[in-house]
């Protein structure tokens, strides 16, 4: 069922659709146990009273707050709840044994600093959003102003001063959890290779001329080069659509599928397509074993095309010879044609639950949280009274946890900088040496000799 929702003002989001079901007696009960909240002002308020200290409801707010309001309406928000614990207008809960142990200075107290603690997390999970100015001068004003005040505000200001000068990478990677500065620094893989390589080094590498796991190693760092600078409003914010992370992933997916087709259909001979298929194969099998999974699909995908799978004669010859390799095909088509990537799926989880490096299938993830938005409306209507659904959120951020997690578990492979810098620079080129309509004319031109050989071979 759609639902559409406005970005201002929190109590005005409203379901339009007029087929809107009526909640599930699932849904009245989440929102009976406090699960589902009306408003923005509701759910700052949660997060920083002394009756509801729940962590996990603060870590799924920090990590959706994207999809239901932006970042200037909620940093706006948290201010005013931190100026109201001075006036003594904050609310309580009569029935709250917690609530009476706190007086009312020391109730303000708190709430102060669960707004700080709050604004610390914003800025180590979502910095990205303080790059933008407006953000951040927000920020600052505020903190100057708390300073002013006797509060100690002095590391925030300067994780604010970090943010601003670091223009790159995701802000998990600035800082530790309690937001002292990381060690060491995240640095882009961009910074270990010289683009300005000799002409030896380009002219003659050739990544099929390489050990294939060592390839494979080289292409795990590039992979998670990109990985760790997605953000929540990368993944699910208003941004999402235009996100650079996000492009430059997929970009990443659509040269790698290129440049393994164009490889085997540039070969002139059967026996080299052989030669060359059997190194995609064995590649695709390292990716899958480092759990690239990602580019193991990119390249599965690529080497199964229709471009490719019509080569009859060049697919019989592997067969025939190289059976071990055509069994290893067998098995990445189960892996890949298991229930939209199911199995993959599992395989990813289990890793991230053992700690071990992985890079997920991300459209097997576009398709996860758009199930999500599909069966979980953005809000409930109970009454005369709307409520964001939350249920909806925490499906969302056991998503961006996982992926939070491969962040984390990175591969320690030494940087090989002229495979680094092929894949960096030169891979992405090659939809330019062989474009499309050239690799359909080539293709069809292939198919067509291996048929006649095909034929001669029956008639011998």
Avoid at 70 to 94: H, M, N, V, Y
Avoid at 157 to 181: C, H, K, Q, S, V
Wanted: with cysteine.
């Amino acid at each position: 069922t759609a639902t559409t929702t406005t970005t201002t003002p929190m109590h005005d989001l409203k379901i339009e659709t007029e087929e809107e079901k009526e909640p599930s007696e699932n849904r009245l009960s989440m929102i009976a146990d406090g699960y589902a909240v009306e408003s923005l002002e509701a759910i700052v308020e949660r997060i920083t009273s002394v009756e509801h200290q729940d962590v996990s409801f603060t870590s799924m707010c920090i990590a959706t707050y994207h999809t239901f309001t932006t970042i200037d309406k909620l940093l706006e928000t948290l201010f005013k709840r931190f100026q109201r614990s001075f006036e003594g207008a904050l609310e309580s809960s009569p029935s709250s044994s917690c609530s009476s142990s706190f007086t009312a200075s020391s109730k303000g107290k708190f709430v102060r600093q669960s707004v700080l603690n709050m604004l610390k997390r914003l800025m180590i999970e979502n910095g990205k959003e303080f790059r933008e100015t407006k953000n951040r001068e927000m920020a600052r004003s505020f903190l100057n102003e708390v300073c002013a005040d006797g509060t100690n505000s002095a590391q925030l200001l300067a994780m604010l001063d970090t943010i601003e000068r670091t223009r790159y990478g995701n802000t998990r990677l600035l800082f530790t959890l309690a937001g002292t500065p990381a060690d060491p620094p995240f640095f882009p893989l961009r910074r270990f290779v010289d683009r300005t390589r000799s002409f030896s080094e380009t002219r003659y590498f050739h990544p099929l001329r390489l050990n294939m796991k060592q390839l494979a190693q080289q292409m795990c760092l590039w992979s998670h080069d990109a990985l760790i600078q997605l953000t929540p409003c990368d993944i699910i914010g208003k941004q999402a659509a235009t996100s650079k992370v996000i492009h430059r992933l997929k970009l990443q997916h659509e040269a790698t599928s290129h440049w393994v087709i164009a490889s085997i259909l540039l070969c002139e001979t059967v026996k080299d397509r052989v030669k060359t298929l059997r190194k995609l194969i064995i590649l695709a099998s390292n990716l899958y074993k480092l759990g690239n999974l990602e580019l193991f699909v990119a390249v599965y995908s690529a080497y199964t095309h229709s471009h490719i799978f019509h080569l009859k004669s060049t697919w019989a010859v592997l067969g025939s010879k190289h059976k071990k390799k055509h069994a290893m095909t067998a098995r990445h088509k189960q892996l890949y044609e298991s229930g939209k990537f199911n199995q993959l799926k599992k395989i990813a989880f289990q890793r991230v639950q053992e700690g071990e490096p992985c890079i997920p299938v991300f459209a097997r993830i576009k398709k996860t949280l758009m199930y999500f938005k599909l069966t979980h409306p953005a809000t409930i209507q109970e009454g005369a009274s709307t409520f964001i659904n939350l249920e909806r959120q925490q499906k969302m951020k056991e998503v961006l946890d996982m992926i939070s997690a491969c962040q984390q578990a990175a591969y320690n492979f030494p940087i090989n900088p002229v495979i680094c810098g092929y894949l960096l620079y030169d891979l992405m080129e090659t939809q330019h040496e062989l474009g499309s309509d050239e690799i359909l004319l080539r293709a069809q031109q292939l198919k067509e000799m291996e048929e006649l050989l095909l034929k001669k071979e029956k008639g011998k």
